[in-house]
C-alpha cells in the first residue's frame, strides 16, 4: 500500500523541480508490527534539497522508526507506567519494542512540545506579537504547582517541574465526581518568569483574552506561583484550601471562634 502511495507521489509531483535521484530503504516499527519499505529520494533541482515526499505524506520524523501512531501509544503508555512496563505491554501487539524505545518516543514528543511552548513565547514576549486566541470564555481558572524531581546525568541532583493547568470550570462526569473543562496544560523546569510567558502565550493563543472578565489563580501560596497575577491583569490569586487553612490556623490557632 505505501509502495502504491509512493508510485502515485512520483506522477503528482511537479516534475520541474523535484528529480527522482534513487530509493533508499527504512525500517519502519508500527503499531501492525516490524516491516522495510523502499520509497524514492528526490532532490530540488534549484536548491539542492533532498526529500523523501512519502516520509512526509505519512508524517514521519526524520531518524524515528516508530510511526505516529505507534509513538502516540508509547507516550501514553509511557506516562501512566513504567517504559519497561510500557514496553511490554507493547510488546504483546508490536515485537521487540524494548523500553528504550518507549523512553525516546516520549523524549521526542517532548522536545517537540518544549520548542513549541518556546516559540509561542518568543513571538509574543521578544518579537512583540499579539496572540489572537479564537474562544470565547467569560472566566478562567489557572493553577500552578511544582514537583521535585531527581535528575540522571545531570550536575543538578533535584529540579522543580512546574506544572500549569488553565481550564474555563468543571464538569460532571458521573459517580458524583468531576472533570475540568476545556483543559490546557503547560509543564516545564525553566524559572517562575519564564514559565508564566509560556502560560500566558499558550492561553492568550487559545482564548481570546479581551472576553474574560474573571481569572483565578490556585497555587499552593509558592513565590513564583503568585508571580502569575503580573502577566494576567486583573486576575486574583487563591490559595488551595489546604494551604488556605493552615495559613488560618497558624494566624488564629488561640483563638477558636
Known sequence: ALEEIDTWL????????????????????????????????????KTGEARFLLDEVLGWPERSRCTPRLKEMAVKLGSEVPFRRAAEILGYFVPGISA???????????????????SRREAVFEKGETPEGKEKTSRLYI??????VRLQRSEEKRKEVKLFVAYTGKEAI????????????TSGVGEGERMWEEVYSGVASRWDMGQVK????????????????????????????YHLNRRLIEAFWHDEE
Open 10 to 45: 512520483v506522477n503528482a509531483r511537479d516534475k520541474r523541480t523535484w528529480k527522482v535521484i534513487g530509493f533508499r530503504e527504512r525500517t519502519v516499527v508500527s503499531s501492525f508490527g516490524e516491516f522495510k519499505v523502499k520509497r524514492r529520494l528526490y532532490r530540488n533541482k
Open 100 to 118: 528504550m524505545a518507549v523512553w525516546q518516543a516520549v523524549q521526542e514528543v517532548g522536545e517537540a512540545l518544549r520548542q513549541e511552548g518556546e
Open 143 to 148: 493553577e500552578a504547582d511544582g514537583v521535585v
Open 174 to 185: 458521573g459517580g458524583g465526581r468531576k472533570a475540568l473543562k476545556d483543559k490546557l496544560v
Open 214 to 241: 474573571e481569572i483565578y489563580l490556585g497555587s499552593d501560596g509558592a513565590e513564583w506561583a503568585k508571580q502569575g497575577v503580573d502577566y494576567f491583569p486583573g486576575a486574583v490569586h487563591v490559595l488551595d484550601p
